[in-house]
């Protein structure tokens, strides 16, 4: 099937600092890729619509400025997080559709990002 | 637009028992659904999907679910349940009828199992 990887599955970081989360098809090409959030005991809330060669599409409500989306190749999406803050921290977690069009979606393992 | 509602935020059953887990959607379009499991600190994993061929799904570890269109319901079911069941669970829609491929999911239910 296919793999979805995530980069990095933890990270800490300072307030006021970026961190940058990759998010890697591993055995197959991927046009486009979803980031999704989750906050602790809540439901996944999409972010964000990555697109490889063109500008993400964001959901309503989601500052572009400060969730960074890149998609430069078939494989890897990155999600920078700019000047974060405490509540920025979350379970940021990748996405992308197979190849197969059946809806399904494949998903990275999951980055927790703890902003101090 | 597309909608998840499921019932129950934590369910609880014996090991050995039966399993259901309440999903109902909302959908302008014939959908398409999922069920996923996650597991803490990690990401989802399928457990079934239904995309409109038989509308009685079984996936993988023992669980299945039953589309019902008159109700706008996908339960997920599982005889007998066993602890390593335990876990988040989230049902969600598909919009890809409507061109957009992201999944809309429900709010989870988490399943503990008692030994």
């Known amino acids: 099937g296919a793999v979805v990887s995530q980069h990095p599955s933890w990270v800490i970081c300072k307030s006021g600092t970026s961190v940058k989360i990759e998010c890697r098809s591993l055995d197959f090409q991927a046009t486009t890729m979803f980031w999704y959030r989750q906050f602790p005991k809540q439901s996944l809330m999409l972010m964000a619509t990555?697109?490889?060669?063109?500008?993400?599409?964001?959901e309503q409500g989601v500052e572009k400025d400060k969730f960074l989306i890149n998609h430069a190749s078939l494989t890897l999406s990155t999600l920078t997080v700019t000047s974060a803050h405490p509540e920025d921290s979350s379970f940021y977690i990748c996405s992308a559709p197979g190849l197969a069009n059946t809806g399904e979606l494949f998903f990275g393992e999951g980055s927790r990002l703890t902003v101090l | 637009a597309q909608s998840v509602t499921q019932l129950g935020s934590h369910v609880s059953v014996s090991e050995g028992a039966l399993v259901l887990l309440r999903c109902n959607y909302s959908?302008?379009?014939?959908?398409?659904l999922f069920w996923y499991v996650q597991y803490p600190n990690q990401g989802l994993q399928l457990l079934l999907k239904y995309t409109s061929a038989a509308t009685l799904v079984k996936g993988i570890n023992g669980f299945e679910a039953e589309f019902k269109k008159s109700e706008t319901s996908f339960h997920l079911t599982k005889p007998s349940a066993h602890m390593s069941d335990a876990a988040e669970y989230f049902c969600?829609?598909?919009?890809?009828?409507?061109?957009?491929?992201?999944?809309?999911f429900g709010s989870g239910t988490r399943l503990q199992v008692q030994p």
């Open positions: 959908s302008s379009v014939p959908p398409y």
């Open positions: 969600a829609v598909s919009s890809m009828d409507t061109g957009r491929r992201a999944l809309t």
């Open positions: 990555s697109n490889e060669g063109s500008k993400a599409t964001y």
